[in-house]
């Protein structure tokens, strides 16, 4: 527990600060960030006191917040568990070490050995993805291959133990697995693989498609962090000169992150028909009305302004890239290929404590029309598989064949079409595919 000091001098005098004869020494929002860490108590009591605090006032459901004594829980991990209104907040609301949280939102990193995956079956594991530069990716792994055994022991027993969950070790630089896998050569191979920072990607293949006497721009997007809206302008920069007036985003991976990217791209998108228009309206509590604002669409220069869009979905598609969808189809014909996407019409707001940052769902979001609340998951106009035969970016991949066709002929396959219906009268089984070092669908207002 940090010494308790009292009194504005006394705290100024214990943080070193000092206020010049004539003017202030320093900001008054380092003095007030540095205030707050001086008067935190770090202690396990401490820290579920804070996130308890915190809650009662900003969480976007703090009416149906339960009281329990913080004191009895082992760490604030536990009480935010034990708490949080699980009837819509799906894990929405976490805590993560500022370390991580520095790393993932401003530097697009993780640490971790590259790849994710998803459960096809109750036995077996397939990669879905694979990054770039990764220890994953030096050892022979990519998309497709089957994830056989981890340190000795098969898929199935960790699948039915739930070992799954922890057999890949802890989120540290050096941590090591020996994992057996088989790629789509049906080849297995055995690798020692060692944990360290992976840089994600953003905006990656980036290509054109011609169809039906019009040029469809084509790129795979995979978070809304800091660094993506130059990567972004560079993406559309190249389709505008490529002449793309349709558009397909593969956004079958992306959890989300920061509206002000999801802003930017979807002034790309729309460009001059949909300028100073509202994307989003963000709503918070009855105590924090004063909080609502509202997100107007830009024109930046490199902006494609199509007439038609395409969004590739999965159940991994959510949050700010939900956004895109709900907040753009006012104003464009917006269509989903794929599955159901996720379903989290909520943000959340970061409070820094000690050495975590709290994530707590702080508002939901809502469109032009005021249409959001899709806990369900937006539906697929047009159902296609997350295609793990083929890479993505292939056109002969399920779900970019099947974009490609509805912008070729202005309408889904009638088998998509009727799976599609199928699947908004039952919302598909598939699993979210899982980040070896940890994810969370993620939306943040800066």
Same mark, same amino acid.
């Given at each position: 527990?940090?010494?308790?000091?009292?009194?504005?001098?006394?705290?100024?005098?214990?943080? &070193?600060?000092?206020?010049?004869?004539?003017?202030?020494?320093?900001?008054?929002?380092?003095?007030?960030?540095?205030?707050?860490?001086?008067?935190?108590?770090?202690?396990?009591?401490?820290?579920?006191?804070?996130?308890?605090? /915190?809650?009662?006032?900003?969480?976007? %459901?703090?009416?149906?917040?339960?009281?329990?004594?913080?004191?009895?829980?082992?760490?604030?991990?536990?009480?935010?568990?034990?708490?949080?209104?699980? /009837?819509?907040?799906?894990?929405?609301?976490?805590?993560?070490?500022?370390?991580?949280?520095?790393?993932?939102?401003?530097?697009?990193?993780?640490?971790?050995?590259? +790849?994710?995956?998803?459960?096809?079956?109750?036995?077996?594991?397939?990669?879905?993805?694979v990054y770039a530069g990764s220890p994953a990716s030096e050892a022979g792994m990519s998309r497709g291959?089957?994830?056989?055994?981890? *340190?000795?022991?098969?898929?199935?027993?960790?699948?039915?133990?739930?070992?799954?969950?922890?057999? +890949?070790?802890?989120?540290?630089?050096?941590? /090591?697995?020996?994992?057996?896998?088989?790629? *789509? =050569?049906?080849?297995?191979?055995? #690798?020692?693989?060692?944990?360290?920072?992976?840089?994600?990607?953003?905006?990656?293949?980036?290509?054109?498609?011609? =169809?039906?006497?019009?040029?469809?721009?084509?790129?795979?997007?995979?978070?809304?962090?800091?660094?993506?809206? #130059?990567?972004?302008?560079?993406?559309?920069?190249s389709l505008q000169a490529s002449g793309a007036n349709d558009l397909v985003i593969d956004l079958r991976? *992306?959890?989300?992150?920061?509206?002000?990217?999801?802003?930017?791209?979807?002034?790309?998108?729309?460009?001059?028909?949909?300028?100073?228009? /509202?994307?989003?309206?963000?709503?918070?509590?009855?105590?924090?009305?004063?909080?609502?604002?509202?997100?107007?669409?830009?024109?930046?220069?490199?902006?494609? &302004?199509?007439?038609?869009?395409?969004?590739?979905?999965? =159940?991994?598609?959510?949050?700010?890239?939900?956004?895109?969808?709900?907040?753009?189809?006012?104003?464009?014909?917006?269509?989903?290929?794929?599955?159901?996407?996720?379903?989290?019409?909520?943000?959340?707001?970061?409070?820094?404590?000690?050495?975590?940052?709290?994530?707590?769902? #702080?508002?939901? =979001?809502? *469109?032009?029309?005021?249409?959001?609340?899709?806990?369900?998951?937006?539906?697929?106009?047009?159902?296609?598989?997350?295609?793990?035969?083929?890479?993505?970016?292939?056109?002969?991949?399920?779900?970019?064949?099947?974009?490609?066709?509805?912008?070729?002929?202005?309408?889904?396959?009638?088998?998509a079409a009727a799976d599609a219906r199928a699947q908004s009268a039952r919302r598909p089984a598939g699993?979210?595919?899982?980040?070896?070092?940890?994810? %969370?669908?993620?939306?943040?207002?800066?």
């Amino acid at each position: 527990m940090r010494r308790r000091v009292t009194g504005w001098g006394g705290v100024m005098a214990a943080l &070193g600060l000092a206020a010049a004869a004539g003017g202030a020494a320093c900001n008054s929002a380092d003095v007030a960030q540095a205030v707050s860490s001086a008067l935190q108590d770090c202690s396990v009591g401490g820290e579920n006191r804070f996130v308890r605090d /915190t809650l009662h006032d900003i969480y976007f %459901w703090y009416q149906q917040l339960p009281d329990p004594d913080p004191a009895t829980f082992a760490s604030p991990e536990a009480y935010l568990e034990a708490v949080r209104y699980k /009837t819509l907040d799906k894990t929405y609301s976490f805590i993560i070490p500022r370390t991580t949280n520095d790393q993932l939102f401003n530097e697009g990193q993780y640490v971790g050995f590259g +790849f994710a995956y998803t459960l096809v079956t109750a036995t077996d594991a397939r990669l879905t993805e694979v990054y770039a530069g990764s220890p994953a990716s030096e050892a022979g792994m990519s998309r497709g291959g089957y994830i056989l055994e981890v *340190n000795g022991r098969p898929m199935a027993s960790l699948i039915s133990t739930g070992d799954i969950n922890t057999i +890949f070790g802890a989120s540290q630089v050096g941590v /090591t697995a020996t994992i057996r896998f088989r790629n *789509n =050569s049906g080849d297995d191979h055995t #690798a020692q693989v060692t944990k360290r920072l992976v840089t994600l990607p953003n905006v990656y293949l980036t290509q054109t498609f011609a =169809s039906g006497g019009r040029v469809v721009g084509y790129f795979a997007f995979h978070d809304f962090f800091a660094l993506s809206n #130059a990567q972004l302008d560079a993406a559309f920069a190249s389709l505008q000169a490529s002449g793309a007036n349709d558009l397909v985003i593969d956004l079958r991976y *992306n959890g989300g992150g920061l509206i002000s990217v999801a802003q930017h791209l979807a002034g790309l998108i729309g460009g001059a028909r949909t300028a100073n228009q /509202t994307l989003v309206k963000l709503v918070f509590n009855d105590k924090h009305q004063e909080k609502n604002e509202s997100y107007t669409l830009p024109n930046p220069p490199q902006s494609l &302004g199509v007439e038609r869009l395409v969004v590739i979905g999965t =159940s991994g598609t959510a949050s700010a890239s939900e956004l895109i969808i709900n907040g753009l189809r006012p104003f464009i014909p917006v269509t989903v290929v794929g599955s159901t996407t996720h379903g989290k019409p909520v943000g959340q707001i970061g409070y820094n404590f000690c050495d975590r940052v709290l994530y707590p769902v #702080a508002f939901k =979001s809502v *469109n032009a029309r005021g249409e959001g609340d899709y806990y369900g998951g937006i539906p697929a106009d047009c159902a296609a598989p997350d295609d793990l035969d083929h890479q993505l970016g292939d056109g002969a991949e399920g779900s970019l064949s099947a974009a490609l066709q509805y912008l070729r002929n202005g309408a889904c396959s009638a088998q998509a079409a009727a799976d599609a219906r199928a699947q908004s009268a039952r919302r598909p089984a598939g699993t979210v595919p899982v980040r070896d070092g940890g994810s %969370w669908p993620i939306m943040i207002p800066r």
